[in-house]
């Protein structure tokens, strides 16, 4: 996998991530999915909009099983990477 560095600047702090440019933009899709639902179900109980509630729900779900693939296959990734050093080393 790719291994890049970004820089991400907080306040006048500089703070750097060396996490995989792909990873980053996974992570930010499963929160945002989950943050949009929230937001959705909470704007949908103040107007009392059942259907903006229901699609807050779904998007809320995606943002969960994105996260949840995501880890099954860092865990996949995990796996393959033991074995290939198991074979390096017989």
């Keep these: 996998m790719l291994d890049l560095r970004r820089t991400f600047s907080v ?4 703070l750097t991530s060396k996490v995989p440019l792909e990873k980053t933009e996974n ?10 639902g ?13 259907d903006l509630k229901k699609h807050g729900k779904a998007d809320e779900r995606a943002g969960r099983a994105k996260g949840f693939v995501e880890d099954v296959k ?17």
Excluded: F, P, W
Aim: net charge negative; charged share 50%.
């Design 38 to 50: 929230k937001v959705e179900q909470a704007v949908g109980d103040l107007t009392g909009n059942k």
């Design 27 to 36: 992570i930010m899709g499963k929160e945002l999915d989950k943050a949009k």
């Design 74 to 90: 860092d865990k996949a990734d995990e796996v393959v990477d033991k074995v290939k050093e198991k074979v390096v080393e017989h």
């Design 11 to 14: 306040s006048d702090r500089v």
